[in-house]
């Protein structure tokens, strides 16, 4: 059975919008601006994630935004985003370019449930703010591992937005990324306060 796993950047106030700035929010741009010295111990952390990665699940935009930059790069961490299967949630297979992708097909709450039982291992959301909400609501994610960049950024779409109910987590790991990133990991709580 797979774990399912968000993995985000996000700042300390939780805004995940327009990180790289292409979607011309004004506050966008954000992630590149504040890396600065922390990316290449940042890009060891999340490369050691994708060798640990049994599928990737995202939705449409976050798919087509991650295979642009991906798909050509080179590189032990390109190759192995390449090699790792990747879950679509989307209504059309149509410019399904990275290699190993699939559309989900039915019903999403059933559709990753079924993916759960099938894959052995992570099952990793990157970006993904929507479909994040949804498992959230529905009891379908299994961990959370948030990079939080030092800034308060002050508006934006944030990753956790209203829930049907509480969302009980356990921190389980907190530790700096270089110099100003905090890398936090919360497993979800099934059947009690956290």
């Known amino acids: 059975m797979g774990t399912i796993v968000i993995?985000?950047?996000?700042?300390?106030?939780?805004v995940v919008e327009d990180p790289t700035g292409d979607e011309g929010f004004a506050r966008g741009g954000w992630f590149d601006e504040l890396m600065g010295e922390d990316r290449a111990p940042w890009a060891?952390?999340?490369?050691?994630?994708?060798?640990r990665t049994a599928a990737i699940l995202m939705g449409r935009r976050s798919y087509d935004w991650f295979a642009r930059r991906w798909q050509e790069r080179s590189g032990p961490?390109?190759?192995?985003?390449?090699?790792?299967?990747?879950?679509?949630?989307?209504?059309?297979?149509?410019?399904?370019?990275?290699d190993g992708s699939t559309v989900l097909d039915g019903d999403l709450l059933d559709s990753v449930k079924r993916l759960r039982d099938e894959v052995d291992g992570d099952i990793v959301v990157y970006a993904s703010r929507q479909l994040?909400?949804?498992?959230?609501?529905?009891?379908?994610?299994?961990?959370?591992?948030?990079?939080?960049?030092?800034?308060v950024l002050g508006d934006g779409r944030r990753l956790f937005g209203e829930t049907a109910?509480?969302?009980?987590?356990?921190?389980?790991?907190?530790?700096?990324?270089?110099?100003?990133?905090?890398?936090?990991t919360y497993e979800v709580v099934r059947g009690g306060p956290a």
Do not use: C
């Not at 961490?77 to 370019?97: E, I, M, N, Q, T």
């Open 7 to 14: 993995n985000t950047n996000l700042t300390l106030d939780g």
């Open 44 to 51: 060891e952390v999340e490369a050691a994630e994708a060798d």
């Open 77 to 98: 961490w390109a190759d192995r985003l390449r090699a790792v299967p990747k879950y679509v949630v989307s209504s059309s297979s149509d410019g399904l370019v990275w």
């Open 132 to 151: 994040v909400q949804t498992l959230l609501d529905n009891d379908l994610v299994d961990e959370l591992r948030l990079i939080v960049l030092p800034t």
């Open 165 to 184: 109910s509480p969302v009980p987590v356990r921190l389980t790991s907190a530790r700096t990324i270089g110099s100003g990133l905090a890398f936090l």
